[in-house]
Each structure stands twice: as C-alpha cells, then as structure tokens.
C-alpha cells in the first residue's frame, strides 16, 4: 500500500474501527484517529420515556469517545473530535425525521455516509494533510483500469456486508477511502484486535440507530420535536382494505411501515400487514401476506458505481433492504435521474424511503432511494 | 523541529522557581498545617507565608485570602456560597462556564439570574450592568479578563455602580491575574478568584479572596481549615506554589515581560491579518498582552485547530464540549458572531517565555494552513 501522506481513521470506539487503525499502523502507514460527534446523547435525555442516563456503548457516547482515545493512545497516532453535530442535525436526523411524518421507512446510515463520513469527515481529513481516509466498513473498493473506475464489492465476511449502505459514494470518495476490513471476516478481525493488544477486542456489535436510543424511533420522534418547539403533525387516519373497505383507525402514519404486522389495533382471523401508507390521505391500506408482494419499484436520486450512467436495461439483483437477499431483476432508465426495477420474482414490503441497491454478483452497479 | 505553544490561556507550564519553591513541601516538609507538632508548624509557616504574598498580590489583609482548588472552586464559592433563593444575580454572557454553570444552579435553586451581553467588541457596558440592577440584586459577578478574546473589562467603573446599588461584586479574575495591574480595592469588589496554573504555577490550587464581612457560606465544609471558610487539608507545595507564581508575576508586570509579550502579539496578529478574509475578535478593545483571536472566513475552525497541531503548533478554537470537539465559542456568539464566524475563529494566547522565532514559525504555518482548508471548502458554505 502507498503511505505517502497520513491516512485518516474514523474511528467509533468500536471493533471494527479500532482495528482498522490498528491494522494501518502497524503496516507502516501515518494515520490519525478521528471520531466524529455526531449526537449529544444526553439531548433529549428524560423526555417522553427517554431515560435520563443514557446507556453506554452507543456511537458518540462518552464511553466510545472514550474507548477510541483510549486505542489510539496505545497506537501512538494523534487524534481529535471533530464537531459535527450540527450538520449531523440537518442532513441525517430532521430527514429521518420528515421521513417517518411523511410515511416512509429512512435509513439514516445512508444519508450518514453520504453527507458526513464520506464527504465532511473526508473534507477535514484532506485540510488536515490526510489525503485518504479508512473506515471499519466491511466492503472492498478497488480500481478497474479496464473500465477506468472505481469499483465497490461485497466483502469476504458476506454476514456483515455494508455495502447496502455505501451505494452512495462517489468516485473520488472510492478513490480516497481504504476499507482494511473488507477481506477479513469478523472472528478474523476480532482475532487482529486481540493480536493487536486492543482491550475493547471483545466489545459488542452496535447494531441499533446512533442516536435513537433504545431503538424507539417513535419515543424518538416525540422527544425530538418536543425539544424543537415543533408539534406532531397531525396524521391520524383510516386503516382500510385494498379494497377500500374501512376496518379501524390509527393514531398517526408515522407508526407504521410496509410490511409491519404488529400493532395495527385491528383483530382478523389472519394476519394482516401494512401494504401501503397514503401521505396525503394519511389512509394506511392493510392486507394478507401475500398482497405484499411487488414486481417493480421506483428509484430516485440515483449514484453510479460500477458504471457511468445506466442508458439500456441492465441486468442485476437488487437488495430492497439491508436484511434481504438480493433478487434478480432487470433495471431500465426512467425520466431524469430515475429508474425501475421490474424483479423476476415479486418481492415482499417494498418499501418506501429505503435504499434499493443495485448488484452484478459482487459488484454494486450502484443504487437509489426507493419512491 | 521544536513545537511552538500558542495556548497559554488554556494553561502554562511551571516556572522553574516555582518547582523549586514547591518541591521541598512535596518530599522531607511534608507536614499537615493543621497539625500541633514541628511538621505541622512547618507546614502552616510556609502557608502563610504564601498568604502574605497574596495579600500582597491582592491588594488585601492576609485574613481576606482563602486557598482553594482553582478558579472553578473560587468561582463556585463565590456564586454558590452568597446567592439565596429570591436573591438576583447579575453576570454576563461571556464569563468562563464556571461562573456561568453556578449561575445556572443558583437560579435552579430559586434565585433569579440576568446575563448581561457585551458590546460587539466583547466589552461590557457598566451602564448595562446598572440597568440590570434591581432591589433584590445580591451579587453581581464579571470577569477581568476574557479567557477566549483577552477583552479587558471596566471592573472599576462596575464596581462602582456595585457599591452605590450596595450589592455584592465578584470578580472571576483567572485570566486577568498577572497579566495586568491587580488590586482589589481599586476594583470595588467583594469577591476574587484566580488560578495557579494560568500563572505558571501547578494545576489545582488557586485563591479566593473574600473581603471582611461578606457573608459567604463555604462551599466545602469539614474541618477549620481556611478559617472555617474552605474545609479540608491544605495543600501546602500548591499553595508555596502558588505564592511563587504570585511573587513572579508581580515582577513581570513591571520589568517589561508584559511589554514584550505585547509585541510579539500584535507581530503575530499584524502577520495573520495580512491574510485575506481575517479579523481580529475584540479589536477595538483593551486587551490583555498575550491574546488575539482571530476570525478566518471561509474557514472551520476545529480543522485548522487540528492542522496546526499536526505541524506543531499549539492553539485553541471554541470551548471544548463534553466529548473534547469544540462547539461555537458562546463568547464571540455573544458578541454578536454567528456560529459559522464563531467556528472559523481561533485563539492564539502566548506563554511570557515567547520568542520572535515562535511567532514567526506560527506566521510560516498558518497562512499555508489556511490556504489549503480554504481551497477544500464546499462551494456553497454550510450552514
């Protein structure tokens, strides 16, 4: 690997990031340790069932901060918070935000990597004369001199794949980031950091959302605009039928996404999942399983990866959420910066605001934000 | 290549003398001040012997002097120990958190609190501070000198007004100990902390004097210590330690240290300024010797902060959150500055042991630093 100039190193205070940093350091390379604050956890502490303490082990708590200084201290490389909370704020948490008052299901990791990871903390690391950065994802980016790009590929440990969340990157951001981790599988990683001395070796996964502590995004949601002044937009409404006919009511839209079985306040003598959330009729349309199921979707706001633009149908399988298998479908160009992908199987619970991400076998072709 | 330190405010290194002064307490003279026997007695010696020198310092009977753990505590005290519930408690937007977080608790606890803003040259208008005043006024409580724009503040004229509304005024003086002419009785005022590490004395020890007859309930309580005003043992070497720094700093505000310090900061501000798109927070008001902070448009903060520190030189941006990143200094957000300026400025504070060669290794650095973080910036400024 070329160690011309400093490598910056997000790091979370977590496994995978420490490793990371550990890993580059200890192949010659000049890194510098940077975490971002993204999130005070102690902003809505005590508000709507939020407790008051919150607990450790969550991305921009103390302890990691903690954690991370701690590693690179031991690592011997200079490392710094960088302060960004308040671009956090408008870019990842006031979407997800207007996401779910909207009717949607968001991913706040995607719109995290794509505004902060990957293009400020980027932006700092190259003011601060790290021309590259390194994160703990587990994905593979290399070069393709035959097409002259920069080419993101599922990693060796298949159960962690985060390419899912990584649609987003461009180019120049490929170019710049080093994933160590992509061709490593977990056990293999904990193992490194063991290798490496690091005492946080056996920490637990985070899996939850940074700051939706618990993982309650409704008690989130309240909490959040309790705190902004703002009042919970009304948007109760009828659960109804495909058909149209009216079974129950419900509080507010924001309670529910597609595919979501439990607490539908309505009993049936088989279970019934959300189809579909109407935003401007706040009308939540409920039905069987197998009414579920699709055959196409919409995609916005499209990023290319593994080709320039998409001008022909193309061939791939897409991967609808982070949890699903891809399936194969063929994807074709849609007015200005859109596309639909028609699968060959219909998928269940598509849903809306999630990302739909587009493969050719271990490549991300590239990928969009479900309509 | 040697690193330059531009942060002086934030803290300084031990004078040799003080260590010297100091070190004899922390090994064969080791003795409780409290205590009846030989050890003890020279322990409480040198105690008071420190005392005078900070009555000196003062301008104060040595009775008046109280050895605390540092301004945190003098500041705490002083808030914490004279406010009651009703009572009103005047003090600024841009004192030190210390004096702001007790203002916060003294108003939890059932007093009422204003928080005067300065003017946008971050000085604080003693007419403002005689507006604010109300019959329940108790204290009112203003820094001498600005941790983060070195603003010298009228202390005398406020104390002045203090004592016609005959309140009680404290004086946070951490910042300004040292660094200009010091006597409590010009300043009017009631109540003074300061600090031994931002006078080249060790960290975790400092002094609160407290004029005779002011009512103030100890904020520790335990032993007889500090005449019953600040429980606990006395730490003797910081307190010896203390006295030394005192004695120092006394010498350099009249041997031409300040001077000097002076010099080299406006060399250093005068440089910076020659970059486009740079201004000086505070300009237009009297300042302490060794500050400037400095506004960098287009600029964040936090990465030059950083940049710099990875070429070697020491400075500071906002006031460091709970997890060590920066947020907007509510300082220069008080004087008017949106958090995009607030965030593009930068703290450089000199130590009295500054050198030419320092300052024109800062004047190396920072234009190319600047340069660079400039070209990267988005297009569209985030905001």
Same mark, same amino acid.
């Given at each position: 690997m070329n160690f011309d100039t400093s490598i910056a190193v997000a790091m979370s205070g977590g496994v995978d990031s420490s490793t990371t940093a550990a890993i580059l350091v200890h192949e010659g390379a000049r890194v510098v340790g940077l975490t971002l604050q993204l999130w005070d956890q102690t902003r809505l502490a005590g508000r709507h069932g939020i407790p008051e303490a919150p607990k450790a082990g969550r991305c921009c708590s103390l302890d990691d901060v903690y954690d991370a200084r701690r590693v690179a201290e031991q690592l011997g490389i200079p490392y710094y918070v960088v302060n960004q909370e308040e671009r956090f704020e408008r870019d990842v948490v006031r979407p997800f935000v207007a996401e779910y008052l909207s009717g949607r299901t968001p991913i706040p990791c995607s719109l995290c990597n794509n505004f902060l990871k990957f293009d400020q903390l980027l932006r700092t690391a190259r003011g601060i004369g790290a021309e590259r950065i390194a994160t703990g994802h587990y994905a593979i980016n290399e070069f393709d001199a035959r097409r002259g790009r920069w080419i993101l590929k599922r990693p060796a440990d298949r159960a962690k794949d985060q390419t899912y969340f990584l649609f987003g990157l461009t180019q120049e951001q490929l170019a710049r980031t080093l994933f160590p981790l992509g061709r490593m599988t977990k056990p293999e990683v904990r193992a490194a950091a063991r290798r490496h001395g690091l005492r946080l070796a056996e920490k637990p996964d985070s899996q939850e959302i940074c700051f939706v502590p618990g993982g309650d995004y409704k008690q989130f949601l309240s909490a959040y605009l309790e705190e902004q002044g703002e009042t919970m937009p009304e948007t109760a409404g009828e659960l109804v039928t495909a058909s149209g =006919?009216?079974?129950?009511?419900?509080?507010? @839209?924001?309670?529910? !996404?597609?595919?979501? +079985?439990?607490?539908?306040?309505?009993?049936?003598?088989?279970?019934?999942?959300?189809?579909?959330?109407?935003?401007?009729?706040?009308?939540?349309?409920?039905?069987?399983?197998?009414?579920?199921?699709?055959?196409?979707?919409? =995609?916005?706001?499209?990023?290319?990866?593994? @080709?320039?633009?998409? !001008?022909?149908?193309? +061939?791939?399988?897409?991967?609808?959420?982070?949890?699903?298998?891809?399936?194969?479908?063929t994807i074709e160009p849609e007015g200005a910066d859109e596309c639909v992908a028609t699968f060959d199987e219909p998928q269940r619970a598509v849903t809306p605001g999630q990302s739909a991400v587009f493969y050719d076998g271990d490549e991300v072709v590239g990928g969009g934000w479900i309509a | 290549m040697p690193r330059v330190y531009c942060d002086a405010n934030a803290t300084t290194p031990l004078a040799p003398e003080v260590l010297d002064a100091m070190r004899p307490f922390l090994l064969e003279e080791f003795g409780n001040a409290s205590s009846i026997h030989r050890e003890g007695q020279q322990a409480r010696r040198a105690v008071e012997r420190a005392r005078e020198t900070l009555a000196s310092f003062f301008h104060c009977r040595e009775a008046e002097v109280i050895f605390n753990s540092g301004g945190t505590e003098g500041d705490n005290t002083a808030i914490l120990g004279l406010m009651r519930a009703g009572d009103h408690l005047i003090t600024t937007a841009i004192e030190h958190e210390a004096v702001l977080r007790a203002a916060e608790r003294a108003g939890a606890r059932g007093a009422e609190v204003t928080f005067v803003a300065p003017r946008a040259n971050g000085l604080v208008d003693p007419e403002e501070i005689r507006r604010a005043l109300r019959p329940a006024t108790r204290l009112v409580s203003v820094m001498l000198a600005n941790n983060e724009t070195g603003v010298v503040q009228p202390v005398e004229e406020i104390g002045k007004i203090v004592a016609e509304a005959g309140a009680y005024f404290h004086i946070d003086a951490v910042q300004g100990a040292g660094k200009i002419e010091f006597d409590v009785r010009r300043f009017g005022c009631h109540l003074c902390s300061i600090s031994a590490h931002k006078m080249h004395g060790p960290k975790g020890v400092g002094a609160l004097y407290v004029r005779r007859g002011t009512p103030l309930d100890p904020l520790m309580v335990g032993g007889s210590h500090e005449r019953r005003q600040r429980a606990g043992t006395q730490n003797v070497p910081g307190i010896v330690a203390l006295g030394k720094a005192a004695e120092l700093v006394m010498t350099n505000l009249v041997d031409g240290t300040i001077e000097r310090v002076a010099a080299l900061r406006d060399r250093l501000e005068a440089g910076i300024l020659r970059i486009a798109g740079t201004a000086v927070n505070g300009a237009d008001a009297p300042r302490v010797a060794n500050t400037t902070n400095i506004r960098f448009e287009q600029v964040e903060g936090e990465a030059l902060v950083i940049a710099l520190d990875l070429k070697g030189v020491a400075v500071s941006g906002g006031s460091a959150c709970h997890s060590g990143s920066t947020e907007p200094s509510h300082v220069l957000m008080a004087m008017g500055l949106d958090k995009q300026a607030a965030r593009a400025s930068l703290r450089f504070s000199l130590l009295r042991t500054a050198t030419k060669e320092d300052v024109d290794r800062v004047l190396q650095l920072v234009p190319e630093a600047v340069e660079h973080l400039r070209k990267l910036a988005p297009t569209t400024v985030a905001g």
């Open positions: =006919a009216v079974i129950g009511q419900h509080d507010g @839209i924001f309670n529910f !996404t597609v595919g979501q +079985r439990k607490g539908l306040g309505v009993s049936s003598p088989s279970p019934l999942y959300v189809l579909k959330i109407d935003r401007a009729s706040h009308r939540v349309t409920v039905g069987a399983d197998a009414e579920l199921a699709t055959r196409t979707l919409l =995609a916005r706001q499209l990023n290319w990866i593994a @080709i320039e633009k998409l !001008t022909a149908p193309m +061939r791939v399988e897409v991967k609808i959420r982070h949890r699903h298998e891809p399936a194969r479908a | -």
